[in-house]
């Protein structure tokens, strides 16, 4: 009787929106058949509750009696039950037969043929940027943070004072650039930490990198527009380029980063870059490197996007400053995001935005997005402003460094000639060269197997790579699971290595 109570309580009934009635059909009639087919068609389910039967008697101008009648003949064929004082609700197990009931269209709704809906150029060449799937972390999830240390119970403190503490206006919203506290944190702050010139006008609040990608595909791009963008590189800029009808030129890297070439950059309207920590392979772009792009870029009037999505955690070697910070010409757009410092369900980023452009910026995001949800952004600006942020970078990049150490260690101890580790500065992960012989794909198949996750790097690449290699992520995982992944991968190797040995390769064994 209790559950039965609690249910009642906490049931939310909203009015049912059901098929315009025939003339022709009697009100018993229609309403009998339109909630039969909301049942059988899934639109209420089970256990759905139905509205008071004096509430759809005035919703629809009826008698109360039809309205009890079909409840009562509904209920007789199982369809609903419930009885009086406790409410009508759709029955949790429907009769098989119910089931097999074939689809017939609801009263006084004609017949419509199914046709193919006509969409626009850009539908047909946007095509889905698979989000992060939900599932334990083990070795070596990359991209993601160590959500199991980030400090929920601090955060849900800062987020219940502001609420408690809400004002009318935070309540109303605020212009399309975003919460204007929090434009001034993130202007301070990446001024001092990542070396980017900049005032709080030039901040946009935005949902992540991904929206500064859809930004500057609207803004700055015409279908069969240039962009240039490293090989391997991050795959959803490629998805959002080609969205907006751009060719996408794929430029190679080496040591120092993104080849600044001349004849393959002719005519690029836009270059995308991670050069403090590129995605997927790690390197840092070097200082000469960045001046060329600039020099470049100035030349041949592109713009660049600088995307800052995670070197916060550098750990060795001395900081970079951000490509931003070196532009003298306003050529530079500079975004990150903090999902991943933070965690990445809190869809909060900053797109950094030369003065001359500001307002093409602003008037954008006010027919887009409107503005980033304003409640979050000025709980991230408290945790900001009162120093947790900072603490918790602190922490995570020791962490971080010590997981990136066993790593290195255990790597040198148990997969060497099999895989090499690159040499990373900073970032969630690294990536890892195999071996002449093996390829990506069989090994990230066989050390799925072994209950570890590695991603082929030529899923991040424009044509065949030169190199085969592993993205490894090592940030989400401790040092137990660190060390046991190194033990199964190197298990993987040597199998794949084998095969690849007796098919007649003349590949060294080890």
């Known amino acids: 009787m209790l559950c039965t109570i609690i249910m009642v309580k906490r049931a939310t009934v909203f009015e049912l929106v059901l098929p315009l009635r025939d003339s022709g059909i009697s009100a018993n009639r229609w309403l009998n058949g339109a909630l039969r087919a909301e049942i059988l068609e899934g639109r209420l389910r089970p256990g759905a509750r139905l509205p008071a039967t004096r509430d759809l008697a005035r919703q629809y101008g009826l008698a109360r009696g039809t309205i009890v009648n079909v409840f009562e003949q509904l209920k007789s064929e199982g369809y609903v039950d419930g009885s009086v004082g406790s409410g009508t609700y759709v029955s949790k197990i429907l009769p098989d037969e119910l089931l097999q009931v074939p689809r017939e269209d609801g009263p006084g709704l004609p017949a419509q043929r199914k046709r193919r809906s006509k969409v626009s150029d850009y539908a047909g060449r946007v095509h889905l940027f698979p989000n992060l799937e939900v599932r334990p972390s083990r070795a070596f999830r990359a991209n993601i943070p160590a959500l199991d240390l980030f400090p929920t119970t601090l955060w849900a403190k800062v987020a219940a004072r502001r609420l408690r503490r809400v004002s009318t206006n935070l309540l109303l919203g605020c212009g399309p650039m975003g919460y204007p506290p929090l434009r001034q944190a993130v202007a301070s702050y990446l001024s001092t930490s990542r070396g980017v010139k900049c005032v709080p006008e030039q901040v946009a609040i935005i949902s992540g990198v991904q929206e500064a990608l859809d930004l500057a595909v609207r803004l700055f791009l015409n279908p069969g527009d240039r962009v240039c963008m490293e090989n391997p590189g991050y795959p959803g800029a490629a998805i959002a380029f080609k969205a907006g009808g751009a060719k996408v030129s794929a430029i190679r890297l080496d040591d120092e980063g993104m080849q600044v070439q001349d004849a393959s950059m002719r005519g690029a309207r836009l270059v995308y870059v991670t050069p403090g920590h590129q995605f997927p392979v790690g390197v840092t772009m070097s200082l000469a490197r960045r001046l060329r792009l600039l020099e470049w870029a100035g030349k041949s009037g592109a713009l660049i996007l600088e995307d800052d999505y995670d070197s916060e955690y550098r750990y060795s070697g001395r900081p970079v400053p951000a490509l931003q910070g070196l532009d003298r010409h306003g050529l530079v757009l500079f975004t990150g995001s903090f999902s991943k410092v933070l965690f990445p369900s809190l869809r909060l980023g900053y797109l950094v935005v030369p003065s001359d452009l500001v307002d093409y910026v602003s008037a954008t995001l006010s027919v887009t997005s409107r503005h980033a949800a304003l409640l979050e952004q000025a709980v991230l600006c408290?945790?900001?402003?009162?120093?947790?942020?900072?603490?918790?970078?602190?922490?995570?990049?020791?962490?971080?460094?010590?997981?990136?150490?066993?790593?290195?260690?255990?790597?040198?101890?148990?997969?060497?000639?099999?895989?090499?580790?690159?040499?990373?500065?900073?970032g969630l992960q690294t990536a890892g060269w195999l071996c002449t012989g093996l390829g990506g794909e069989s090994v990230a198949a066989a050390a799925a197997n072994r209950e570890v996750e590695v991603t082929p790097l030529s899923r991040y690449s424009h044509g065949r790579m030169a190199h085969e290699g592993l993205q490894l992520g090592f940030a989400a995982v401790n040092a137990k699971e660190i060390e046991r992944g190194v033990r199964e991968l190197a298990i993987a190797l040597e199998s794949e290595l084998r095969t690849f040995h007796r098919s007649g390769n003349r590949a060294p064994l080890r």
């Open 382 to 426: 408290d945790f900001i402003t009162e120093g947790h942020f900072g603490r918790h970078l602190r922490r995570m990049r020791e962490v971080y460094a010590e997981r990136l150490s066993v790593l290195l260690e255990c790597a040198g101890q148990s997969l060497a000639g099999l895989l090499e580790i690159s040499g990373v500065e900073a």
